[in-house]
Structure formats: structure tokens, C-alpha cells
């Protein structure tokens, strides 16, 4: 199950008379295998909601749920836990470690969770098929294109098959090629993996790979 709720969530920065609301009573509901794109206007305040639902920041007020979840109500620990085997990020720049292989930066969710590796070995050739990169397996990142990394990237959140998905303009760095077969993966994945993402788009063209669009205009959902 990949299920997200936010109950009256609000984010504010600054203090006193240099307070500024980014997220004014947010409330929104994604079901289990969703694909929902988050659209608005630069600092309209999607890529603030994104980081609040993923657990990367805590909200001024209101609640966020995640599989049910408080995640408010959380430990530390509880919420590492949550973020790396319910969670997957992506992120438009593809944060991948430069001197690992293709295969090692796939895999480091599992070693990071303390996993076994040789029990992943099927699951990691069968994600290096999904993405196309069985022949790069043991490159590099800089032996790569954009697109490429990324894919990497997308393949390294769902190692641990996550219940959801949390990208911020994950084809904001690619030409308009890489950027569609990226969005085609992203799309893949959510039909045969019933993975819920939640994407950060400002381009209308990738929101129509999802199957709702969420819009946001001045911290309020239009």
C-alpha cells in the first residue's frame, strides 16, 4: 500500500513580521497506486509539499499521514526506517555517488538497510533490465548521459520496492528525449510495480503521464 494524507498542513518561514506562508491549509489525498503530478508557478510551493510529505522537513501545523501513519508521531529512528523501506527519492539532480558503479549506486539502499546483497541479486537484474542499462552495469556515472544517470537513480529508489515515490522535476535536467524516455520509465513503473508517485512537474507535458494533477498556486491548491 502507497497511501498520502495532509490534513490542514501549513509550512511558514521567517519569524514575526518576516513571516512568510509557503503552504496555506493543505489538503490532499493520494491512493495506493496513484501517479499524481504537483503542479504551480515557481514558489508556488510544490517542491516545499513534496519535502513535507517525504518526511524531509516538518510542517508549522497540520498533519502528515503516510501509509496511515503519523509521521509526526514518529522517532527519528522510526522515520529512517520509514524513509528507506517505504520511501524512494528522486531528485533533479541524480545524486549519484561518483565512484561507484551503475550496480553499486542500485544497490546502496540495501547495503545501507544492512541487507544482504545476494538476495537482491535477481531483483537488481531484473530492475537493470526494466531501465535498459544491463550493459552498463559496472560503469561508471560519468560514463554515462543525463538520461542514463537518472535512470540509475529511479532504479536505486526502487530497489527496496518502496510503496511510493517522491520525485522533485526529475526530467528538469534532460533534453526533451531522455526526459520522455524518463517519464515512460517512471510510468512502468507505476503500472507493473503498483508503486505510488508523487511527482514535482512544472511541464504540462510530463503531468499528462500521471493520472491527476494537483495544482498549486500562491500555497493554496487551486
Keep these: ?9 501549513v509550512k511558514e518561514f521567517g519569524s514575526n513580521e518576516n513571516k512568510v506562508r509557503v503552504l496555506d491549509n493543505i489538503n490532499i489525498e493520494i491512493k495506493d497506486g496513484e501517479f499524481v ?8 510551493g510544490k517542491s516545499t509539499l513534496l519535502y513535507l ?3 524531509l522537513d516538518k510542517p508549522t501545523s497540520g498533519k502528515v499521514l503516510i501509509n496511515d ?9 522510526d522515520m529512517s526506517k520509514l524513509r528507506r523501506r ?43 533490465k526494466t531501465i535498459g542499462l544491463e550493459d552498463k552495469r559496472k560503469s561508471l ?20 520496492n518502496p510503496s511510493i515515490i ?37 511541464s504540462e507535458e510530463s503531468a499528462k503521464y500521471g493520472n491527476r494533477i494537483i495544482r498549486l498556486k500562491d500555497g493554496k491548491i487551486v
Excluded at 556515472?141 to 527496496?160: H, W, Y
Excluded at 522535476?169 to 513503473?189: A, H, Q, T, Y
Design 1 to 9: 500500500m502507497g497511501n498520502i494524507k495532509t490534513k490542514n498542513l
Design 69 to 77: 501513519t503519523d509521521i509526526s508521531k514518529l522517532s527519528d529512528t
Design 141 to 160: 556515472p560519468k560514463e554515462l548521459s543525463g538520461g542514463q544517470q537518472q535512470r540509475v537513480s529511479i532504479a536505486r529508489a526502487v530497489i527496496l
Design 86 to 128: 517505504d520511501i524512494g527519492f528522486v531528485f533533479q539532480f541524480y545524486n549519484l555517488v561518483q565512484n561507484l558503479t551503475v550496480e553499486e549506486n542500485i544497490m546502496l539502499p540495501v547495503v545501507m538497510n544492512g541487507e544482504k546483497e545476494s538476495s537482491y541479486k535477481e531483483r537488481l537484474d531484473y530492475i537493470l
Design 166 to 202: 517522491f520525485a522533485d522535476e526529475p526530467i528538469g535536467n534532460l533534453d526533451s528525449k531522455s526526459g520522455k524516455e524518463v517519464m515512460e520509465l517512471f510510468k512502468k513503473i507505476n503500472e507493473e510495480e503498483h508503486i505510488t508517485i508523487l511527482q514535482v512537474t512544472h
Design 53 to 55: 510529505v517525504g518526511g
Design 37 to 44: 503530478s504537483l503542479m504551480g508557478p515557481s514558489g508556488s
